[in-house]
């Protein structure tokens, strides 16, 4: 018994932590977009919102901007808006670079990880695989969630599976 309890222990201790599961009420967010200036999930309220969280060296976070601006694009006209916040350490010194290489059609700024965690779900400590999106519907409610590791961020179907989801939860909450 006592080797089967601990068994189990170890494996929860090397698993990564999964977000708190949707829909729930999303926690208001702000990215920093400059030396005291915040863009705030709230300010989108009565949009279809997905959150992204990257890094901005992170080639598959690379990947999903391009997806990211496509969607804001298209779906603009549908309510949908598009926020990004990077997480490494001096993100700030990055992020002009980054949104100027990928010409983001979307705020990008960046935020402490820990910080960040907490909308998430996810405790502040545990290693957090990138890129994480998270979309928040019109009525402020954490509809999906994907981690970067989660099957329906793999580079074949990642585009796909974004687009399944924002048609679901715009025909849900007409």
């Known amino acids: 018994m006592f080797r089967a309890t601990s068994a189990l222990f170890l494996f929860a201790l090397i698993l990564p932590a999964q977000p708190l599961a949707a829909p729930r009420k999303a926690p208001d967010l702000a990215i920093q977009v400059g030396e005291d200036k915040f863009t705030w999930l709230s300010e989108y309220s009565g949009k279809t919102r997905v959150v992204a969280v990257f890094m901005t060296t992170c080639p598959h976070c690379q990947f999903t901007t391009g997806i990211l601006n496509k969607l804001q694009k298209e779906y603009a006209a549908r309510g949908v808006q598009v926020l990004a916040t990077t997480i490494e350490a001096m993100s700030s ?66 585009e796909k599976s974004l687009r399944e989801t924002l048609e679901k939860i715009l025909k849900e909450t007409k």
């Not at 910080?115 to 996810?122: I, P």
């Open 93 to 158: 010194l990055h992020v002009a670079d980054f949104k100027k290489q990928f010409q983001t059609q979307f705020p990008v700024g960046y935020n402490d990880q820990k910080y960040v965690a907490k909308f998430l779900g996810l405790p502040e400590n545990d290693p957090m695989f990138v890129p994480q999106l998270v979309f928040v519907d019109k009525n402020g409610m954490i509809r999906a969630q994907f981690t970067g590791d989660s099957s329906a961020m793999e580079k074949e179907v990642q």
